[in-house]
């Protein structure tokens, strides 16, 4: 009987230990340059955004006030300015999305006509790059399930 409550345990921890790991939808965040993010990103469900080197971006086939609801974003098509979030070394404390970071993790998207804040959309480089995930949630890097990958044409 001992050893059944022991392997009922073991077999609970593991359980609970991929839940955990799998179940929170962490993925780990890359570091990634302005050459590596600019460019056209789909998802496998039409969802196109496209980031272009004067810091403007367009995005189409992404019904965001669906998948963020009551959050103040556009319905289907958008466009407006992105950024990487970062810190200035002189007040590490606070971060901003700014033009002038040339690198970070995550980038801010800002739709032209939506009142600053209140709609938090980011896209997060994951898969070492490879990849963003367009998230909702600071703390969640694919918090909205989608997930971009690079196309080879439209860079600019």
């Known amino acids: 009987m001992r050893?059944?409550?022991?392997?009922?345990?073991?077999?609970?921890?593991?359980?609970?230990?991929v839940c955990v790991t799998s179940c929170s939808g962490s993925e780990?965040?890359?570091?990634v340059g302005e050459a590596s993010?600019?460019?056209?990103?789909?998802?496998?469900?039409?969802?196109?955004?496209?980031?272009q080197k004067d810091?403007?971006?367009?995005?189409?086939?992404?019904?965001w006030e669906s998948v963020s609801p009551g959050s103040g974003c556009p319905r289907g098509e958008g466009?407006?300015?992105w950024a990487f979030w970062g810190s200035d070394p002189g007040s590490p404390e606070t971060s901003a999305a700014l033009e002038k970071y040339v690198e970070g993790d995550t980038v801010n998207l800002s739709f032209d006509g939506v009142e600053q804040g209140s709609c938090l959309t980011n896209l997060n480089a994951v898969d070492d790059g490879s990849s963003l995930c367009l998230s909702d949630d600071i703390e969640v890097p694919c918090?909205?399930?989608?997930r971009l990958s690079p196309q080879k044409s439209g860079v600019s």
Not at 3 to 17: D, E, M
Not at 28 to 31: D, H, I, K, P, T
Not at 39 to 47: A, D, L, S, Y
């Open 3 to 17: 050893l059944g409550k022991r392997l009922l345990f073991l077999t609970s921890v593991t359980a609970i230990t």
């Open 28 to 31: 780990e965040l890359s570091r």
């Open 37 to 51: 993010v600019i460019g056209v990103w789909k998802g496998k469900n039409g969802e196109t955004v496209k980031l």
């Open 55 to 63: 810091h403007r971006f367009t995005a189409s086939g992404v019904d």
């Open 79 to 81: 466009a407006g300015n």
């Open 143 to 146: 918090s909205l399930g989608i």
